[in-house]
Structure formats: C-alpha cells, structure tokens
Antibody
Framework: EVQLVESGGGLIQPGGSLRLSCAAS????????MSWVRQAPGKGLEWVSV???????YYADSVKGRFTISRDNSKNTLYLQMNSLRAEDTAVYYC????????????WGQGTLVTVSS | SYVLTQPPSVSVAPGQTARITCGGN??????VHWYQQKPGQAPVLVVY???DRPSGIPERFSGSNSGNTATLTISRVEAGDEADYYC??????????FGGGTKLTVL
C-alpha cells in the first residue's frame, strides 16, 4: 500500500528556517517524480517544487532561491528545506507522487501545517 | 503565463448531474487531471488524462476535454460528493498548474 507521511511543520518566525519530511512506503521515491504542493488557509492548491527521478529539481517562482527539495534514497524520504520564511508561506504542505508520462498527482500525504508568524 | 479558470461554485440537487468546467487557452491539447478535496483532507485524484478514472473512483465521475474547456461531470450526485474540485495540467514545457478550485454544493 502506498503511503506518504509528512512531518516537520510548526510555528516559525519570519526569516526562520524549517525542514519538512515526507516518509514514503509502498513504492520507491527515487523512481518517481515527487512534489510539494501547498495550500494557504482557505485558498486553493499551489505547486511548490518537484524532484524528478533523474534528480533534476524545479521550483515555483514564489519560492525559488529560498526552498530546496531533496531526497534520501536510503530512507525513501523526501525533504523540503525552507529558508527565509515569510508570512505568505503559511500553508498546509503536502507531498505528492507523480508517475512520468501521466503527470498527475496520484498519491498525497495528509499534509503538515507551517505557520509563519511573530 | 498559462491560466486555468474554474467557476468558484456549482450547486446541484441530489440525483442530478454536476458539471464543473476548467477553461484554458487550447486546453484540449493538454492532459487535464481532476482532484476532489473534502474539508480537512488531502486532495484525491478522481480523473486523470482528461477522462480516465483511478481504481476505486465511481463511474459516476467522468471527464472530457476539447477546445478551450475541460469538464468534470458527476452523475447522480450524492451528498458525499460535496467538496472542492481542482483541475490541473502539467506538460513538458511548464510547471504543474492548478485551477482556482470549484466548491460543489449539494442542495
């Protein structure tokens, strides 16, 4: 059974840093496209970042230069390092899997809430 | 940049058919995916590649895509279908993109 479990969210002051984790089971993270998608309170879905199976990474303009996506193949875990956090980064962060060619998000974690506030 | 436009809300009576649209320039040339999100829950994929259903998704959910509009159709709507619905595209020349979402209300 495919499962994605996020952790690492919390309350952080503006300018601070946080690292989110997404532990996967039932499939191999490094063989798939893995993304982070966020949802601000009461708002819609916003794609944040992707790491392809080959290792290439891409970011939304809103987080480029501040966030870094990575994975640990030995732990089958996806990460999102978030630096220079802003109030507008407040959201539930979901990790999600995509299969190349189809490029939909077929499995999602339950999400972890990041609140950026002083 | 490419934009996906969804109506903010759609209302339908139980047993009727709901149609949720997703507009975009020549969206018919792209693959469109649809997600259902209930309050406090993660999104769930209900239609991929315009009209295919993942396993476990009822046949009442169907999709189409042509010209400048993709459509998610929910037949014989039930109270449990009340949720937010998002369309999404992602091709080799761009980043993933979601529509703004449509709140489906079952009257």
């Amino acid at each position: 059974e495919v499962q994605l479990v996020e952790s690492g969210g919390g309350l952080i002051q503006p300018g601070g840093s946080l690292r989110l984790s997404c532990a996967a089971s039932g499939f191999t993270v490094s063989s798939n496209y893995m993304s982070w998608v966020r949802q601000a309170p009461g708002k819609g879905l916003e794609w944040v970042s992707v790491i392809y199976s080959g290792g290439s990474t891409y970011y939304a303009d809103s987080v480029k230069g501040r966030f870094t996506i990575s994975r640990d193949n030995s732990k089958n875990t996806l990460y999102l390092q978030m630096n220079s956090l802003r109030a507008e980064d407040t959201a539930v962060y979901y990790c999600a899997r995509s299969i190349a060619v189809v490029l939909s998000f077929d499995y999602w974690g339950q999400g972890t809430l990041v609140t950026v506030s002083s | 940049s490419y934009v996906l436009t969804q109506p903010p809300s759609v209302s339908v009576a139980p047993g009727q058919t709901a149609r949720i649209t997703c507009g975009g320039n020549n969206i018919g040339s792209k693959s469109v995916h649809w997600y259902q999100q209930k309050p406090g829950q993660a999104p769930v994929l209900v239609v991929y590649d315009d009209s295919d259903r993942p396993s476990g998704i009822p046949e009442r959910f169907s999709g189409s895509n042509s010209g400048n509009t993709a459509t998610l159709t929910i037949s014989r709507v039930e109270a449990g279908d009340e949720a937010d619905y998002y369309c999404q595209v992602w091709d080799s020349s761009s980043d993933p993109l979601f529509g703004g979402g449509t709140k489906l209300t079952v009257l």
